[in-house]
T-cell receptor, first 116, second 111 residues
Framework: GAVVSQHPSRVICKSGTSVKIECRSL??????MFWYRQFPKQSLMLMAT?????????EQGVEKDKFLINHASLTLSTLTVTSAHPEDSSFYIC????????????FGPGTRLTVT | DAKTTQPNSMESNEEEPVHLPCNHS???????IHWYRQLPSQGPEYVIH???SNVNNRMASLAIAEDRKSSTLILHRATLRDAAVYYC????????????FGAGTILRVKS
């Protein structure tokens, strides 16, 4: 099956610093990628949708200047959490939609971010 | 997005079948019914999806009510590795629509 990878799998950073998370589709091209956030014992919350070569579309209540999304190629999207604070500590999960099998959507393993 | 309702949690014995229900009374004619599951500390995994007819794959079966207002995910023989949160999601068959997750059902499997 199609594989989506994320890097790093877990990261600890200090408050006020920025962290970049990478999401890659390994064996397919993804015109569209999605970023989710999940707090402990809660469901996934969609943060934004990114399309290759264009600006991301953010869900209501998600700060676009804090969560910078770049989708520069058909296999890579990045999420940068800027000026991270402890409340940004969460499990971040990306998902990619196959450009050819356009209804198929695959999820990455997630990145655990801890801000101290 | 049309809403789904699932029980908060369910319990099953190993090697027995499990029926996970989902209500979606406001489903539209173009909504597919998707099931994903999430194991602890992992990303969601696709399980199955359907539109009107019942569906079977190697992981599970999906039984869809005739009026499409409810569906049931069937795991034929639960194993300990099936313990996860199961999400029932409605998604329009158009390519632009997102997967929006509800609370899901926590499935516990007892040995």
């Amino acid at each position: 099956g199609a594989v989506v990878s994320q890097h790093p799998s877990r990261v600890i950073c200090k408050s006020g610093t920025s962290v970049k998370i990478e999401c890659r589709s390994l064996d397919f091209q993804a015109t569209t990628m999605f970023w989710y956030r999940q707090f402990p014992k809660q469901s996934l919350m969609l943060m934004a949708t990114s399309n290759e070569g264009s600006k991301a579309t953010y869900e209501q209540g998600v700060e676009k200047d804090k969560f910078l999304i770049n989708h520069a190629s058909l296999t890579l999207s990045t999420l940068t959490v800027t000026s991270a604070h402890p409340e940004d500590s969460s499990f971040y999960i990306c998902s990619a939609r196959d450009s050819i099998q356009r209804y198929e959507q695959y999820f990455g393993p997630g990145t655990r971010l801890t801000v101290t | 997005d049309a809403k789904t309702t699932q029980p908060n949690s369910m319990e099953s014995n190993e090697e027995e079948p499990v029926h996970l229900p989902c209500n979606h009374s406001t489903i539209s004619g173009t909504d597919y019914i998707h099931w994903y599951r999430q194991l602890p500390s992992q990303g969601p995994e696709y399980v199955i999806h359907g539109l009107t007819s019942n569906v079977n794959n190697r992981m599970a079966s999906l039984a869809i009510a005739e009026d499409r207002k409810s569906s049931t995910l069937i795991l034929h023989r639960a194993t300990l590795r099936d313990a996860a949160v199961y999400y029932c999601i409605l998604r329009d068959q158009g390519y632009g629509n997102k997967l929006v997750f509800g609370a899901g059902t926590i499935l516990r499997v007892k040995s």
